[in-house]
């Protein structure tokens, strides 16, 4: 068998938060996978990658289809990388942001689930499907999703998650 890790928020994890590329030395059959949708602003572009032994990468060759990126997929990678710096750094914003307003929630009383991604999950709510709602009657859209009677928000700009706030105060007060 193979174990296969995602790692799609490798990028956004918090600092001493170990990767499973660690351990692929000593996992000859373990496969971790990122993507560039996150951390390189490419959602939509379906461009991920892998590390695995050889012996498992060499598997994958034999059945993977041909031309399975396209030249345009390729091209916007490679831009993509030649930026990776400035791309990284806007992860590392976000992550800042994403750590003010986990404790911001908590100032407010809510319980937030530590986050490992540009997104949190905050709750509980008696009814989230009516907070969701007034929410998005003001303006403000996040997820229903996660545990029952929890919320979650995706780390926008400054001034999205203060429209953020100042929907959630008056909804929740």
Do not use: C
Not at 29 to 45: D, E, I, P, Q
Not at 99 to 107: G, I, Q, S, V
Not at 134 to 145: F, N, P, Q, S, Y
């Amino acid at each position: 068998g193979v174990v296969v890790v995602d790692e799609a928020y490798a990028e956004f994890r918090r600092e001493g938060t170990p990767s499973a590329l660690e351990l692929l030395e000593e996992f000859p059959r373990l496969v971790v996978t990122r993507t560039m949708s996150k951390a390189f602003a490419l959602a939509g572009g379906r461009l991920g990658y892998l590390a695995a032994h050889a012996d498992v990468v060499d598997a994958l060759r034999i059945v993977r289809l041909p031309y399975h990126l396209s030249s345009v997929t390729q091209a916007t990678a490679e831009a993509a990388l030649r930026h990776t710096d400035e791309l990284l750094a806007q992860v590392d914003a976000l992550r800042a942001t994403r750590d003010a307003t986990a404790a911001r929630l908590r100032e407010h009383g809510f319980t937030v689930a530590d986050s490992d991604a540009n997104f949190i999950l905050f709750g509980p709510f008696d009814d989230r499907h009516a907070t969701w709602q007034a929410l998005v009657d003001r303006g403000v859209l996040i997820r229903e999703t996660g545990p029952l009677g929890w919320l979650r928000v995706s780390i926008g700009t400054p001034s999205e998650m203060d429209a953020f706030f100042t929907a959630l105060k008056e909804v929740t007060s």
